[in-house]
């Protein structure tokens, strides 16, 4: 086995994930940022981990609220990444033109295939990142349309 950056890179970037928009509000303040690192944790109770590079503004809003909404992206995301992968500040309204509902999580995304309502159980910094853990509790996905899949050529960078 290769242990060299390049190789470690490639193979780390053969682990396969989807893409979501994260969303979280807290006093007054919302917004939404386009992930991809994200997994189930645990069946009983269910659970989640999303990882999200250091300094995101949207980490304020977590680690004050406690609460996320994980919007999960569909295999059409072209509309969805346009809107989300710029990044916005925490002074931006990260939903203009998008269809939302509030919930006590933090928004939900109309054109979301799925969403998962969590409360934030634990929050541990990993490298570069911050991984959060947390339990879901409530969901909705009763649908036909297929995840988007995304593969990375080189998984030491976006």
């Known amino acids: 086995m290769e242990s060299d950056s390049h190789h470690i890179g490639a193979a780390i970037g053969r682990l396969p994930s989807g893409c979501a928009i994260l969303t979280s509000a807290f006093e007054g303040a919302s917004t939404g940022m386009l992930v991809s690192w994200m997994q189930q944790a645990s069946f009983d109770p269910p659970a989640i981990t999303v990882a999200l590079k250091a300094g995101r503004p949207i980490q304020s809003l977590l680690d004050g609220s406690q609460r996320f909404v994980l919007n999960v992206v569909g295999d059409n995301p072209t509309a969805m990444f346009k809107h989300f992968g710029k990044g916005f500040a925490l002074e931006e309204d990260a939903f203009v033109g998008l269809s939302t509902q509030s919930s006590p999580y933090g928004p939900v995304l109309a054109d979301a295939m799925a969403h998962l309502g969590c409360v934030i159980l634990n929050k541990m910094s990993v490298g570069d990142h911050h991984v959060y853990a947390a ?24």
Request: proline content about 4%.
């Open 135 to 158: 339990k879901v509790e409530v969901g909705d996905g009763e649908t036909e349309a297929k995840p988007y899949i995304h593969l990375r050529k080189d998984g030491l960078k976006y």
